[in-house]
């Protein structure tokens, strides 16, 4: 790739005996998308927080547009723009208000705040309630407010820390949508997320973090295939079985496990889609009352690649005191897992 | 030049709240106004003013002394609230100068302080007090109550920055009241036990008010046999407010650009 526009050698943060970051590395490219994806606690705003500059690192080193963030945040605050896990707004102030003020503390002066912020309210569509108080906003147009007054500036990078967290999924489209025009405009955008759905429509690349390490890294579609996903399909009776499991194993290469009239399919790598296996159990006389095909969730990630689940106690990032699973208890978990279909 | 610029312009984020929400000026004023009521009329009657005097004319300076030091609880809040949600983390991204944020909220307090202190003073004026030593001295106090209200709100934003959450502002930002009231804001302190007549004699509020009382003419400037605070009332606010100035104003800048790091 290009050479990373942020790049992170060994990252170590401590809060006391905690250990949040445990040496990290990354190296995020130009232009792209850059997806951190972690459960509760595993260290996406930590590493947000030191490349803003607003936390300096334990050890290691961080330069975000060529700038060291510990030996030169004033360069790095020029190059960025941060959206965290708040609507850092002012309530009691409208939308434009903000956007004016924040402007001008991002030494756009006074005219330039004002043209900036009206250009970017028209752009995102918020004009009608932009000379409304913020308190009065929904849940997703103080995200939209909150993101564009993080883009006063036209940063090179921009950190935005789980953008979409609380949001309908209505909204949730229109940041990712923001997002996307942005890249397509050249920003470089590094976004933290519980969602695998959403580091697989927006980012490039993926780095999986647990307990403040990168545990896997690559673009989405690659980790997905490490992971796979799962193809159930219900027959009307016990003579449809027969013919359903010959069809699943044709078409995904995996081994069907029955359970009375259901068939479940681990699928390594590409699932069939829904239309498609429906045309061809239905030419094979197949009589069909449900398919699905379950697409790999943060969960299947990181049992996959941890033996744990990623609910909030499970991987707590050491604040819920959780004992840790010994290796073994993981690795019989993982096999568990690998011959569920065959087991079931 | 940057520190005042973008100053200004946090100074004019907290006025535009003001436009906003013109009943938060009249909420600054309804404390005092109990006040006014319940001193002035229904203990005011039962206190005997040092060297005699009106007990109303005695109260309004503490009045406007009062509302200075409540600048410290809602610069508290101000700052805690900012910080809980998030516009402090986007201040401290920015290349905003480290210095305005804290420059920002004090200045804000002290312009609206001035405000808060034209009205009060106006409602001085109604209740029948008033300023005897001329527009000179009258102006010098004005001066002294902003000057105490800043020294109050930098103080107050301090407190703000070190607080762990909004809620423990919440909780504590009424304890400034009681501390308003051990001075000799409300009742003369030569009449008190000898270590509470200490303590409220020392208390920085106490030598403001007499300041004030002694510019405006008012009874009751200095108490018989009092500690030095009180016999140089004015130097001693002075004093006060450079030193809590001294203390706080690098406090507050050196806790806000390196919080959390
Ligand atoms: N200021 C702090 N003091 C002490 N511990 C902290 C602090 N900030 C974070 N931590 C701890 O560091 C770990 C990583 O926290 P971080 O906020 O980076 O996680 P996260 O991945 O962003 O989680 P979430 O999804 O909940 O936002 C957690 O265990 C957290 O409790
Ligand atoms: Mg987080």
Known sequence: ?344 | MIVLADGLTLVQRKLLHLRHQPGTLVAMLVMPAVMVVLFGFVFGSAIKVPGGGNYREYLMPGLFVMTGMFALSSAMVDVAADQGRGVTDRLRSMPTARAAVPVGQTGADTVTGLIGLLILLASGLAFGWRAHHGLGHALGAVGVLLLFRCTMSWVGTYLGLIMPSEQTADALAPLTLPLSMLSNAFVPTDGMPGWLRVVCEGNPISAAVAACRSLFGNPGATAAGGSWPLAHPLAATLLWSALLLAVFVPLSVRRFTRAGL
Not at chain 1, 133 to 155: E, F, K, N, Q, W
């Open chain 1, 1 to 344: 790739m290009d050479s990373p526009i942020v790049s992170v050698h060994g990252l170590r943060k401590r809060y006391g005996d905690l250990e949040a970051l445990a040496g990290l590395d990354l190296a995020v490219a130009p232009g792209t998308v850059y997806g951190l994806l972690g459960p509760n606690g595993a260290g996406k705003s930590t590493v947000v927080r030191i490349l803003s500059t607003l936390t300096r690192a334990t050890a290691g080193q961080a330069t975000v547009a060529g700038h060291d963030v510990a030996a030169r945040p004033d360069a790095v605050r020029e190059a960025i723009g941060l959206a965290g896990q708040h609507a850092a707004v002012d309530e009691k102030l409208t939308g434009r208000e903000n956007l004016r003020i924040f402007g001008r503390l991002a030494r756009l002066g006074r005219r330039g705040a004002r043209r900036r912020a009206d250009d970017l309210l028209e752009r995102f569509e918020l004009t009608e309630a932009a000379d409304r108080l913020v308190s009065t906003y929904s849940g997703g147009m103080r995200r939209r407010v909150d993101l564009i007054a993080s883009l006063l500036r036209a940063p090179a990078v921009l950190f935005l820390d789980e953008p979409t967290t609380g949001l309908d999924p209505r909204s949730r489209l229109d940041i990712w949508a923001i997002v996307r025009e942005l890249v397509a405009e050249g920003t470089t955008v590094l976004l933290t997320t519980q969602y695998l759905d959403e580091a697989d429509h927006l980012a490039s690349a993926v780095a999986v973090i647990d307990h403040g390490r990168v545990i896997a890294e690559g673009s989405p579609a690659e980790l997905k295939a490490r992971i796979g996903s799962h193809v159930d399909v219900e027959v009307g009776g016990e003579a449809d079985l027969a013919g359903a499991v010959a069809v699943l194993e044709r078409l995904t290469g995996g081994r069907p496990a029955v359970e009375d009239l259901r068939i479940v399919t681990g699928v390594p790598g590409r699932a069939p889609s829904v239309p498609q296996l429906v045309r061809e159990l239905d030419a094979a006389g197949v009589v069909v009352q449900d398919v699905g095909v379950r697409r790999p969730s943060l969960d299947d990630v990181f049992l996959t690649l941890t033996g744990r689940t990623a609910g909030t106690g499970g991987a707590g990032g050491g604040t819920t005191g959780t004992p840790q699973d010994g290796p073994e208890a993981q690795k019989a978990r993982r096999r568990e897992r690998s011959t569920e279909g065959a087991t079931a």
